[in-house]
T-cell receptor, first 111, second 119 residues
């Protein structure tokens, strides 16, 4: 059983469209991170959200942490082909020892 | 370079062979993590070091997997008697002292990974 679930698993859209991907858990997290991974590369940190209800913006990317700190979302406005990649959410497990990742959402933005 | 360096980038092993994967973390990063990533999946936690101390190895899938970081810098992940199910990308990440995630601290810096294929 995954501690962090992500949806959708795959997403293919046209350039210019908007999209939202989700990260959910039955557990409360003190904070969550979002990473993006491109083929043949390691994941790269996009953002850390800490406070319940927090919204952070990074250019066309908007990240939200749920009020109960059990879920997070990533919204991309006017997607571009350069946004293509695997989007991963991550956080500490229940015991605060292991830093775990969700299974990821694989995004493909077609020109 | 200034990033996390992993070697080899690609390794093909025959079933039953032993392999060793190396990770050079960013200088000054005391925390080091190993992850296993199967094709199309997210990284799965294997083990975590703080300096030379292996604080958590609960993610290692079997006793064929062994990791060490004897001088608190370079780390090696060793897999003995490799099996086909060991085929994956092995990612190493380092960070500043891991004090939990607060605000913008706690970023993991990843290497490019070592892709292991067991035939």
């Amino acid at each position: 059983t995954q501690l962090l679930e992500q949806s959708p698993q795959f997403l293919s859209i046209q350039e210019g469209e908007n999209l939202t991907v989700y990260c959910n858990s039955s557990s409360v997290f003190s904070s969550l991170q979002w990473y993006r991974q491109e083929p043949g590369e390691g994941p790269v940190l996009l953002v850390t959200v800490v406070t319940g209800g927090e919204v952070k913006k990074l250019k066309r990317l908007t990240f939200q942490f749920g009020d109960a700190r059990k879920d997070s979302s990533l919204h991309i406005t006017a997607a571009q082909p350069g946004d293509t990649g695997l989007y991963l959410c991550a956080g500490f497990d229940n015991y605060g020892q292991n830093f775990v990742f969700g299974p990821g959402t694989r995004l493909s933005v077609l020109p | 370079g200034a990033g996390v360096s992993q070697s080899p980038r690609y390794k093909v092993a025959k079933r039953g062979q032993d392999v060793a994967l190396r990770c050079d973390p960013i200088s000054g990063h005391v925390s080091l993590f190993w992850y296993q990533q199967a094709l199309g999946q997210g990284p799965e936690f294997l083990t975590y070091f703080q300096n030379e101390a292996q604080l958590d190895k609960s993610g290692l899938p079997s006793d064929r997997f062994f990791a060490e970081r004897p001088e608190g810098s370079v780390s090696t992940l060793k897999i003995q008697r490799t099996q086909q199910e060991d085929s994956a990308v092995y990612l190493c990440a380092s960070s500043l002292p891991w004090q939990g995630l607060r605000s913008d601290t706690g970023e993991l810096f990843f290497g490019e990974g070592s892709r292991l294929t067991v035939l």
